[in-house]
């Protein structure tokens, strides 16, 4: 009994830490975009309703609530909005415990009791500025974006193309300097990294695959989050493998994967059937393993699960990428 009552606390924690988020966020300004639970999603649709639908999540992220910050980016707040799943988790905590003092039940006293410690430990944890599974947490969000403008700006693009991308609009459709990033930033600032991604991502849309490459060749992934270097590692390893593909580059594609053999968040994001992630996966099964059988069949399976990302911006990217493989798989078979 107490180890269900344990789960569903748990879950709960879950949706009340993701609905502090929420509340928090608008309370800044934000406007909806999506809310996740496991893999059921109420995303906001092209008529601006909120729909529920399914579409696969990261492994290791149980929740989400994205929102959009306010147009004017000098009116972005952060810090409320990232506090406020964790704020959500103590106050709930709190609430328990009061329950506890007041309840007499030996049985439901114990409960309380652990859902107190669950709720306030976890809310807790999720303020300071730590990594979780290679995942930095909210506190780590606060901190890393607080430490320069660049870094602040980037964690305002992360939010902000999510959601007009979420809208329709496709990386191709923006200024080519919006995603500039200043010679003096930190590049190895996980929110700077990411706008070097967006305008690497925005490079390749283009077909400037050289450039696109050499963006993301300047972070240093030793001091990324694991998280963040693996995403940029199996960016690397797809250009290496797709857009270049000569020996060179899939020898170094191959040395990269070895380096990686015993990273186990960079191996779960090397077997996580998401759509954002199977194109490099079908890429290696292609030139590193030469199971084209398998390669097509994780094409396949990408483009099955593309649409159900709900958005329409990363859809576009991740079909470009499968088109380019689908190519290129056509010139060696």
């Known amino acids: 009994m107490y180890l269900i009552v344990f789960f569903i606390g748990f879950f709960l924690m879950i949706v009340i830490h993701e609905l502090g988020h929420l509340v928090c966020g608008y309370l800044s300004g934000y406007r909806f975009v999506s809310f996740r639970f496991l893999v059921w999603v109420w995303v906001k649709n092209d008529a601006g309703k ?121 990386l191709a459709d923006y200024d080519n300097t919006f995603f500039t990033v200043r010679e003096s930033a930190d590049v190895n600032n996980y929110f700077v990294t990411y706008m070097l991604q967006l305008r690497s991502a925005q490079l390749e849309e283009l077909e400037d695959y050289q450039n696109s490459y050499k963006l993301l060749l300047q972070p240093d992934l030793k001091k990324l989050p694991r998280y963040y270097g693996g995403q940029l590692m199996l960016s690397l390893i797809f250009h290496e493998l797709v857009y270049f593909g000569d020996e060179i580059f899939v020898q170094q594609a191959g040395n990269r994967l070895n380096e990686k053999k015993k990273d186990k968040v960079f191996q779960k994001l090397l077997t996580m059937k998401h759509p954002a992630f199977l194109p490099c996966q079908a890429a290696k099964a292609a030139f590193i393993d030469f199971d084209t059988d398998r390669a097509r069949e994780l094409i396949t399976q990408a483009r099955e699960l593309n649409s159900s990302q709900q958005n329409h911006g990363q859809e576009h990217s991740v079909t470009c990428m499968l088109d380019k493989l689908e190519a290129r798989l056509a010139n060696i078979e």
């Open 50 to 170: 909120i729909k529920l639908t399914k579409s696969p999540g990261l492994k290791g992220m149980a929740g989400q609530c994205l929102m959009e910050p306010p147009d004017d980016e000098k009116d972005f707040r952060f810090v409320l909005y990232n506090l406020g799943g964790g704020l959500a988790n103590i106050i709930t905590g709190a609430l328990t415990l009061v329950g506890f003092f007041f309840t007499h039940t030996e049985p439901l006293r114990f409960i309380l009791y652990l859902l107190t410690i669950l709720y306030v430990l976890s809310g807790i944890l999720n303020l300071l500025p730590l990594v979780s599974g290679g995942i930095p947490l909210d506190g780590r969000n606060i901190a890393e974006a607080s430490k320069s403008p660049d870094a602040r700006r980037g964690f305002y693009l992360m939010l902000k193309v999510n959601a007009e991308m979420s809208r329709g609009k496709h």
